[in-house]
């Protein structure tokens, strides 16, 4: 079982960029495909990006493509979001969980499994 942390979340002005950390234990990370997902308070948890176990396979979210990227270090068993160009509509508590396999199809949160605590972003007008 993977164990995961979200890091590098806060607070920043509509337009700027924040890059998220997932940090995962376990000697299988690079066995597993990535993914993120998002929660607003009083919204359902939202589909946002996975990657590929290689990394070379990307699939985001329409409502963040372009301006999104995940990417993965193997070695450093961390996963990263960086975001760009944030609005105000993508405020949320943002998680990372391990999935068996990437998609290339909006997943369900349910597959993947558990994610870590999650970590805070909030853009302001």
């Known amino acids: ?70 990417s993965r270090d193997n070695a450093k068993n961390t996963v990263y979001l960086q975001m760009k160009r944030l609005n105000p509509e993508d405020s949320a508590v943002y998680y990372c969980a391990a999935g068996p396999k990437f998609y290339s199809a909006t997943p369900r949160a349910a597959d993947f499994g558990s994610g870590g605590q999650g970590t805070q972003v909030t853009v302001s007008p």
């Open 1 to 70: 079982q993977v164990q995961l942390v979200e890091s590098g979340g806060g607070l920043v002005q509509a337009g700027g960029s924040l890059r998220l950390s997932c940090a995962a234990s376990g000697r299988t990370f690079n066995n597993y495909a990535m993914g993120w997902f998002r929660q607003a308070p009083g919204k359902e948890q939202e589909f946002v990006a996975d990657i590929s176990w290689s990394g070379l396979r990307t699939y985001y979210a329409d409502s963040v493509k372009g301006r999104f990227t995940s």
